[in-house]
């Protein structure tokens, strides 16, 4: 009933495919505990390559709120608006997540948030005859040359980041931000406080993702989830380092990157 629970169902009324499914992922679960031994770990259970090509693609849907399946065929080469869909789907995606966390949801009553303690997140296209301290989020862009902007689905807004107090992380260009400011009379959004949005732990998404395959390696049964975790526990020096859009036929780039990163994991 559990793992049932995990099982994206498109109606109220339990059907065979979701029962068979559940079954093989308990008998998978099970066969790949009784071939653990306390002394050594299965590769192939905890390491497993899934095709790029088979791997599920999901859209959040902001008006029903849910995450649907891309049923459409893959191409090997992206159309002209894929790039701009990217970031889309990356912005609907850490928005959603966003209004979930207390400090920037809204208060289902007035009187439960006093207006400072209030985070919530006001669109770019709201900001104007908007005034006082604002949230917004956004992708930082550089619409014009030296002048970096921050975007979102509604618009965009020029930013001031002179006296801006920066949490601890790597803000590039195409980096989703959030930001803490004021809408100057000048139309510049003035930054006081930026940083990345806040995380959200792995049990609560999983538990909002109604069991949701966003990787193609199948829904982890909870055996198979604790032995995995338990395997990350031990494995405290171990880290992945991923990097994305890093143009290293840049010289520039590559210096930085190997110098500033890539030696800090080293060392």
Known sequence: ???????????????????RRVVSLLVEAEEAVDAASPSATSVQSA???????VVPRFHYDPIKKVFYEHTGRLALHGEAGDKAALYRDRYQVLLQRLARDKYFSKPAFESVMTENE??????????????G???????????????????????????????????????????????EGELLSSGIFQVNTCGFPPLEDRETSLSLLMGL??????VIPTEEALR???????AVNDMFVILSDVWLDSYEVFSLVLIHVLYNYIV
Do not use: H
């Not at 209030?118 to 005034?131: H, P």
């Not at 395959?213 to 199948?218: K, M, R, S």
């Not at 975790?229 to 031990?234: A, D, I, M, R």
């Open 47 to 53: 390491l497993r390559v899934v095709d790029s090509f």
């Open 133 to 179: 301290r604002r949230w917004i989020m956004g992708v930082i862009s550089q619409l014009e040359e030296r002048q970096f902007y921050l975007e979102d689905l509604t618009g965009a807004v020029p930013i001031d980041l002179a006296n801006a107090k920066i949490t601890s992380g790597f803000f590039v260009e195409n980096t989703v931000i959030v930001a």
């Open 228 to 234: 995995l975790s338990s395997l990350e526990n031990k």
């Open 1 to 19: 009933l559990d793992e049932l629970d995990k099982e994206p169902l498109k109606s109220s009324i339990l059907d065979r495919d979701a029962v």
């Open 213 to 218: 395959d966003f990787f193609g390696g199948g």
């Open 118 to 131: 209030s985070c919530e997140i006001t669109s770019i296209q709201s900001l104007v005859g908007c005034t």
